[in-house]
């Protein structure tokens, strides 16, 4: 294992990095809120979060966007922690889908 | 007076441990090997890489700021020769150069 996916410092033919100003999405803002929220409440560490990121598949970690990875590992660890099951996490989001329909 | 961290001090030089294990660490892939200098003594903090598993962090690491000269990092670097790079780094990912 040379380098971890998450670990892209200095390779070369990134290409310039973009400066500009963007807006973020209400979902990008309640991720972050529900991420200090379980760090408020003691339930995970920035660097367990961080190892989260490191350990997904590659290929899988790649196609997600920053928040969307802060949201996959968000449902990691509260499953690791047994707060919260696989099963329960998919059927929520299969309810919502079927109120809101599938983004 | 606050009691020393750390066995390195302000203008020692130092080479990044060149160790590849799995696991969480926070030195980055392109830093290790390199050799720099102890710029700032940063203190002690609960280890990331015991945390990383839901561990305790203890015993706390000594960490520094690590300067290097861009040239020394990349193999090809021709911007100016006085550029330099910083890195916080654990004490347990260098040794003495």
Do not use: C
């Given at each position: 294992?040379?380098?971890?996916?998450?670990?892209?410092?200095?390779?070369?033919?990134?290409?310039?990095?973009d400066r500009s100003e963007?807006?973020?999405?209400?979902?990008?803002?309640?991720?972050?809120?529900?991420?200090?929220?379980?760090?408020?409440?003691?339930?995970?560490?920035?660097?367990?979060?961080?190892?989260?990121?490191?350990?997904?598949?590659?290929?899988?970690?790649?196609?997600?966007?920053?928040?969307?990875?802060?949201?996959?590992?968000?449902?990691?660890?509260?499953?690791?922690?047994?707060?919260?099951?696989?099963?329960?996490?998919?059927?929520k989001v299969a309810e919502?889908?079927?109120?809101?329909?599938?983004? | 007076?606050?009691?020393?961290?750390?066995?390195?001090?302000?203008?020692?030089?130092?080479?990044?441990?060149?160790?590849?294990?799995?696991?969480?660490?926070?030195?980055?892939?392109?830093?290790?090997?390199?050799?720099?200098?102890?710029?700032?003594?940063?203190?002690?903090?609960?280890?990331?890489?015991?945390?990383?598993?839901?561990?305790?962090?203890?015993?706390?690491?000594?960490?520094?700021?690590?300067?290097?000269?861009?040239?020394?990092?990349?193999?090809?670097?021709?911007?100016?020769?006085?550029?330099?790079?910083?890195?916080?780094?654990?004490?347990?990912?260098?040794?003495?150069?």
């Amino acid at each position: 294992m040379p380098r971890g996916h998450h670990d892209l410092g200095g390779t070369p033919g990134g290409g310039p990095i973009d400066r500009s100003e963007h807006q973020l999405e209400d979902w990008e803002i309640l991720a972050d809120a529900v991420n200090q929220a379980l760090g408020a409440k003691g339930i995970r560490r920035t660097d367990e979060l961080r190892r989260i990121r490191e350990e997904m598949d590659a290929e899988h970690y790649r196609s997600m966007s920053y928040y969307e990875r802060w949201i996959a590992s968000a449902e990691t660890i509260l499953i690791e922690k047994k707060i919260l099951t696989r099963e329960e996490i998919d059927r929520k989001v299969a309810e919502f889908e079927k109120r809101w329909g599938n983004p | 007076m606050k009691e020393a961290v750390g066995k390195y001090r302000p203008g020692d030089r130092v080479r990044v441990r060149m160790e590849d294990r799995p696991g969480h660490i926070r030195t980055p892939f392109y830093i290790r090997g390199k050799t720099g200098w102890v710029e700032r003594v940063h203190g002690e903090f609960l280890n990331p890489e015991s945390l990383a598993y839901g561990r305790d962090g203890l015993p706390k690491r000594p960490l520094y700021l690590i300067g290097f000269h861009q040239a020394e990092v990349w193999g090809e670097y021709s911007a100016s020769g006085r550029d330099k790079l910083y890195v916080d780094i654990y004490e347990h990912w260098l040794n003495p150069a």
